[in-house]
């Protein structure tokens, strides 16, 4: 079993900049990828980003690309999301995932574990 527990949701105004981090705990040694979803009020949960543990390979939606910034440090089994300049539409709940099977990273299918949520809005 890993246990995710996101972490530096807020409320922030448009153009700023904020970091989310996702502390794994547990078997993290069988950990593929992990990565970040959100879902906004009344719509489908969608994938934002995602990195692959051992080589660090990383994919974005093309709506962040440019804005959000994934990273990991292994050490701490810790995945952080760097998301510049802001927009009222980033509004939604981010949750961490992380996977052991193989598959599409942007695949909510594939993802094995997933953290409670953390709110981020973005006020125009």
């Known amino acids: 079993q890993v246990q995710l527990v996101e972490s530096g949701g807020g409320l922030v105004q448009a153009g700023d900049s904020l970091r989310l981090s996702c502390a794994a705990s547990?078997?993290?040694?069988?950990?593929?990828?992990m990565g970040w979803f959100r879902q906004a009020s009344g719509k489908e949960r969608e994938f934002v980003t995602a990195?692959?543990?051992?080589?660090?390979?990383?994919y974005y939606a093309d709506s962040v690309k440019g804005r959000f910034t994934i990273s990991r440090d292994n050490a701490k089994s810790t995945v952080y999301l760097q998301m510049n300049s802001l927009k009222p539409e980033d509004t939604a709940v981010y949750f961490c995932?992380?996977?052991?099977?193989?598959?599409?990273?942007?695949?909510?299918?594939?993802?094995?574990?997933w953290g409670q949520g953390t709110q981020v809005t973005v006020s125009s």
């Open positions: 547990g078997r993290t040694f069988s950990l593929n990828a």
């Open positions: 995932a992380a996977k052991i099977r193989y598959g599409r990273t942007s695949y909510a299918e594939t993802y094995d574990y």
């Open positions: 990195i692959t543990w051992n080589t660090g390979g990383t």
